[in-house]
């Protein structure tokens, strides 16, 4: 079973090509009321230094009450108004529960593959 008091989510949000600048001045309007939800233990937007268009925003809840109650949020509803306003190309929500070291499953064994040649 996983640890689920400490939970997180990973929003990764695309922008249609030349909207990129937009897109993160909208997704930085979430920061603050975010970062100061209660149970909110992190809180961040980043922009790729490889793909000009993609944002990720992740946030690490102190249990998963503290994130459903974000995800509630009428702050939230900035993702509705980023698609209606065609400013996005995809959007994708993830959440994720803490994985302890006794949870986590063993290495794998490594197998040695010989090529033929």
């Known amino acids: 079973m996983l640890?689920?008091?400490?939970?997180?989510?990973?929003?990764?949000?695309?922008?249609?090509?030349?909207?990129?600048?937009?897109?993160?001045?909208r997704l930085s309007s979430l920061i603050s009321p975010s970062?100061?939800?209660?149970?909110?233990?992190?809180?961040?937007?980043?922009?790729?230094?490889?793909?000009?268009?993609l944002w990720v925003i992740t946030g690490t809840?102190?249990?998963?009450?503290?994130?459903?109650?974000?995800?509630?949020?009428?702050?939230?509803?900035?993702?509705?108004e980023l698609v209606t306003e065609l400013l996005v190309a995809s959007l994708d929500f993830q959440t994720f529960a803490t994985v302890t070291m006794a949870?986590?499953?063993?290495?794998p064994v490594a197998v040695e593959a010989r090529l033929a040649g």
């Open 3 to 25: 640890n689920t008091s400490v939970v997180s989510h990973w929003v990764s949000v695309r922008a249609r090509p030349g909207h990129s600048a937009q897109l993160g001045a």
């Open 35 to 53: 970062a100061g939800a209660p149970g909110c233990l992190h809180f961040a937007l980043q922009k790729s230094l490889t793909d000009e268009d």
């Open 61 to 80: 809840w102190a249990d998963p009450s503290a994130m459903n109650d974000w995800f509630a949020a009428p702050e939230l509803n900035l993702f509705s």
């Open 103 to 107: 949870q986590a499953p063993t290495a």
